[in-house]
């Protein structure tokens, strides 16, 4: 899969000589005309794509399926397709290491238009995470306004905003 953007977080200057912990993680994409299955957080006031971090060993695919289901409750997930991986270096707020490498691995799928139960892990109850039917570009237009008119942004809206410009420029 192609890398489509390498981030640098504005606290990060430089690797040199610092502890990196490697995250993996997949993000879903499942578009219907001009609307996208998205989250929306409210506690940072945007809209992500369905995903996350993968379990140690476990396949791509197979996790992004799992994420999906888990964070959407969608159904009969077919014709998924690899779409390019989005790495980012941010800062680490843990004992244990300085940096974070995110490494986003996208894919394309379909789902049906119905979604089912979510099963969404506490912290994402908690940050008021919801899945809907979006239509991308005003999905957009709010993160952008997200960005710069708002003091809850999280560390994930500059990603997940260039991915649903990708997306639109790409596939819509």
Request: charge should be neutral; glycine fraction near 6%.
């Amino acid at each position: 899969m192609h890398i489509l953007k390498t981030h640098y977080h504005p606290e990060i200057k430089t690797l040199t000589n610092k502890s990196i912990f490697t995250r993996l993680a997949t993000r879903s994409i499942a578009i219907k005309g001009n609307n996208i299955l998205l989250l929306y957080t409210k506690r940072y006031e945007d809209y992500s794509l369905p995903g996350g971090g993968l379990d140690k060993d476990e396949d791509y695919v197979n996790g992004m399926i799992r994420e999906l289901v888990e964070e959407t409750g969608a159904k009969n997930i077919t014709n998924i397709k690899p779409f390019g991986v989005y790495e980012e270096y941010r800062p680490w707020h843990k004992t244990d290491y300085d940096i974070q490498h995110m490494i986003s691995y996208c894919y394309t799928c379909t789902v049906s238009d119905e979604l089912g139960a979510c099963k969404m892990e506490t912290y994402e109850i908690n940050n008021g995470m919801s899945a809907k039917w979006v239509n991308i570009f005003e999905a957009i237009k709010h993160n952008e306004n997200t960005m710069a008119n708002s003091n809850k942004k999280g560390m994930s809206i500059e990603r997940e905003t260039f991915l649903l410009k990708h997306i639109a420029a790409q596939l819509i």
